[in-house]
């Protein structure tokens, strides 16, 4: 639970942290890309919460190559979002 906890407490923090630092949208969409891709050690037990983020992710990689940068940060923060919640009730 404690785990459960801290990682909660790191996305939020790093999300945060994100939005007010970021020099811009299109670094704050790299940054959660990076985040997602980091904390695959978290989700990798879920076949089917895998196969979500990585639809989201090259979701997320086709929107900034076509200069959706916004889009594009909306849905690795709904992701990221994602991979908590899931990450929090599989360690209760």
């Known amino acids: 639970m404690k785990r459960s906890v ?3 407490l790191f996305f939020t923090a790093s999300v945060m ?3 007010s630092f970021a020099a811009g ?4 969409c790299e940054a959660n890309l990076q985040k997602i891709n980091n904390a695959k ?4 037990t879920s076949s089917e919460l895998n196969a979500r983020v990585s639809a ?3 979701k997320a990689q086709a929107l900034k190559a076509q200069g959706k940068i916004d889009d594009c940060v909306a849905e690795t ?9 899931t990450s929090g ?3 209760k």
């Not at 923060?77 to 994602?82: A, P």
Request: hydrophobic residues 30%.
């Open 56 to 58: 989201s992710v090259a």
């Open 17 to 19: 942290a994100s939005t």
């Open 6 to 8: 801290l990682l909660g």
């Open 89 to 91: 009730d599989t360690k």
């Open 25 to 28: 949208p299109d670094s704050l």
């Open 41 to 44: 050690s978290e989700y990798q």
């Open 77 to 85: 923060q709904q992701t990221i979002l994602e991979i908590q919640k």
